[in-house]
């Protein structure tokens, strides 16, 4: 695992995102890797400038196929209700 500081701002809830950590790649994301913020759950991609932007159509019909990104928002909505209790 490795983490990489980055200001970028979550497209969805506008959260800064700081910090990109990746498991088992380069920590520093391209254009086209996908982020999750750990805020509000948005999925984006990376643009040219290192930007988060929403998925396009194609990207997010794609997601939708991840069985990686389906156990990351499960996880994600178990810790969500933990801290809610």
Not at 7 to 34: N, V
Not at 48 to 59: A, I, K, N, R
Request: hydrophobic share 30%.
């Amino acid at each position: 695992m490795s983490t990489t500081e980055l200001d970028a701002h979550c497209p969805h809830c506008g959260k800064l995102q700081e910090l990109h950590t990746s498991i088992g790649r380069p920590a520093t994301p391209g254009p086209g890797d996908i982020s999750f913020c750990f805020s509000c759950g948005g999925i984006s991609t990376y643009n040219e400038d290192l930007q988060l932007v929403h998925l396009t159509l194609d990207q997010m019909e794609e997601m939708d196929k991840s069985i990686e990104l389906q156990k990351l928002t499960q996880a994600w909505l178990q810790v969500k209700e933990e801290k809610g209790k």
